[in-house]
């Protein structure tokens, strides 16, 4: 599996932005889709983004979609979360995964995710 380390988490104001970053190690980073994922408090961990393993194709949930932006790094073994305009509803803690190639499944579904981060807090403060 590989192992994932996110930071850049923060606390912002409402309209600010933030750049999440995800190092993987202990795989080769470009057999893996990757994805974003967060969850705030009392709520289920929901999709937030996710990226092919070349970057070729992306998706959003509706609730980022024109905000967030998700980028990659094959030769630095990173994944980015760009978040735009941001508000006091995406507050929560932010979770990178990875997906190995091959995998069955929606890459917009948990359940394809085989390795996660330990997360980092976003709060907006409105």
């Known amino acids: 599996q590989v192992q994932l380390v996110e930071s850049g988490g923060g606390l912002v104001q409402a309209g600010g932005s933030l750049r999440l970053s995800c190092a993987a190690s202990?795989?080769?980073?470009?057999?893996?889709?990757m994805g974003w994922f967060r969850q705030a408090p009392g709520e289920e961990r929901e999709f937030v983004a996710t990226?092919?393993?070349?970057?070729?194709?992306?998706y959003y949930a509706d609730s980022v979609k024109g905000r967030f932006s998700i980028s990659r790094d094959n030769a630095k073994n990173t994944v980015y979360l760009q978040m735009n305009i941001l508000s006091p509803e995406d507050t929560a803690v932010y979770y990178c995964?990875?997906?190995?190639?091959?995998?069955?499944?929606?890459?917009?579904?948990?359940?394809?995710?085989?390795?996660w981060g330990q997360g980092t807090q976003v709060t907006v403060s409105s």
């Open positions: 202990g795989r080769t980073f470009s057999n893996y889709h």
């Open positions: 990226i092919t393993w070349n970057g070729a194709w992306t």
């Open positions: 995964a990875s997906a190995p190639l091959g995998q069955p499944g929606s890459l917009l579904n948990r359940s394809v995710y085989d390795s």
